[in-house]
């Protein structure tokens, strides 16, 4: 066993393998095994609930009003993600819901007005809203004073293994 297959073997980062074999060609044998890191079902709807809370210490901050936890609005958030994720792209328009506010119109949200911020590959939720606040756009959306209410949308696998999306609306 090489080093760096080793590196993999004791990460505990990563908690899924697969195997794959393949008879023929010039070696006769290949084998492929792939490390999946994977966080069971329960973090995910604390790693959206821990997004949620640390948008609003960010607005505290600000002198802000919390943003109400919109449990609908998550859901579209929640499909926003795996939408990136299945379709294989990372964009603000989806191929199969175009913009954001279609997108949250097409799933009956109301709202007088919208925002969405998205990001891939962070690890954690605090890692994610580090990169949001590190970015002009995505910090504007979180401490948009006219905003009222947010769902968040964290799904894993795909090309950049993560994806997050956070929709707001005002109503």
């Known amino acids: ?48 609930k821990e997004v949620f809370h640390l948008v609003n210490e960010r607005r505290e901050e600000h002198g802000l009003e919390p943003l109400k936890y919109d449990f609908e609005l998550a859901n579209v958030a929640r499909e926003k ?29 109301p709202n007088s007005g919208s925002a969405e911020n998205i990001a891939a590959g962070q690890r954690t939720p605090e890692e994610v809203m580090e990169g949001w606040m590190n970015s002009d756009g995505h910090r504007a959306n979180i401490l948009h004073e006219d905003l009222t209410h947010i769902g968040v949308g964290y799904t894993q696998g795909g090309p950049y293994r993560t994806y997050w999306t956070q929709m707001f609306v005002r109503r």
């Open 1 to 48: 066993m090489s080093k760096d297959f080793s590196d993999y073997v004791v990460n505990e980062n990563y908690t899924h393998v697969g195997v794959g074999y393949e008879e023929g060609g010039e070696y006769g044998h290949y084998w492929t095994v792939y490390f999946i890191e994977h966080q069971p079902e329960e973090n995910i709807q604390s790693f959206e």
């Open 81 to 109: 993600s795996r939408d990136m994720r299945d379709s294989e792209y990372f964009a603000h328009e989806s191929p199969n819901y175009g913009p954001p506010h279609e997108m949250i119109n097409q799933f009956d949200i």
